[in-house]
């Protein structure tokens, strides 16, 4: 079974902050994204990674960077946290052809 | 229009009912299909992949009309359990990646 693991189930931070969500998995995967998911719009692809070092923008990377040292692992980093970014994050993993796509438990993210 | 356009419901069904949801895509190279299922406030979930000869797997039943470009999941015998949002996944070729392209969601409520 993938196991895609990330860091914190819930998170509040204060406006300003710089917040790193962190996302594992250990079958190996290429493919690695980071999704935010808010009512009424969905989910909507914020970054991915498809090699370690190599990242791509998605649909609404602004306000976001990530980070890929290692295959296992996929930051994404919101370098100065904003009330808007409030939300449900979640990372998912696929295979080089972009199969078995598997969901971590996501990270809820309030910003007071 | 919408890429991938479901009907956000709520559908409110008794136990024992037949439900079925559409999803429409826009886009005719779309290649892959799926169903995800999301529980309230959980990652979603592949329910399962959708295919032109169309896929049963025990009380689910997913059918593709290409000609059409529409996608249906039908429910039968439904349980509470039952109870979730129901996503439909659509796939494009971008380049060397596989985009997917997540509708809105379908809500299902089963009452006792």
């Known amino acids: 079974d993938v196991k895609v693991t990330q860091s914190s189930r819930y998170l509040v931070k204060r406006t300003g902050e710089k917040v790193f969500l962190e996302c594992v998995q250990d079958?190996?995967?290429?493919?690695m994204f980071w999704y935010r998911q808010d009512p009424g719009l969905g989910l909507r692809l914020i970054y991915f990674s498809y090699d370690v070092k190599m990242k791509e923008k998605g649909d609404i990377p602004e306000g976001y960077s990530v980070s890929r040292e290692k295959k296992e692992r996929f930051s994404l980093i919101l370098e100065s946290a904003s009330t808007n970014q409030t939300s449900m994050y979640l990372c998912?993993?696929?295979?080089?052809?972009?199969?078995?796509?598997?969901f971590g438990s996501g990270t809820r993210l309030t910003v007071v | 229009r919408k890429e991938v356009e479901q009907d956000p419901g709520p559908f409110n069904v008794p136990e024992g009912a037949t439900v079925a949801f559409n999803c429409t895509y826009s886009n005719s190279a779309s290649q892959s299909f799926f169903w995800y299922r999301q529980d309230c406030r959980k990652e979603p979930k592949l329910l399962m992949s959708v295919y032109s000869s169309g896929n049963e797997d025990g009380r689910f039943t997913a059918q593709l009309n290409r000609a059409s470009q529409y996608i249906s999941l039908l429910i039968r015998d439904s349980k509470l359990s039952d109870s979730a949002t129901y996503l439909c996944v659509v796939t494009l070729n971008a380049g060397n990646n596989r985009k997917l392209i997540w509708g809105l969601g379908t809500s299902l409520a089963v009452n006792p």
């Open positions: 998912a993993t696929a295979d080089s052809r972009g199969y078995g796509y598997t």
């Open positions: 079958m190996d995967h290429e493919n």
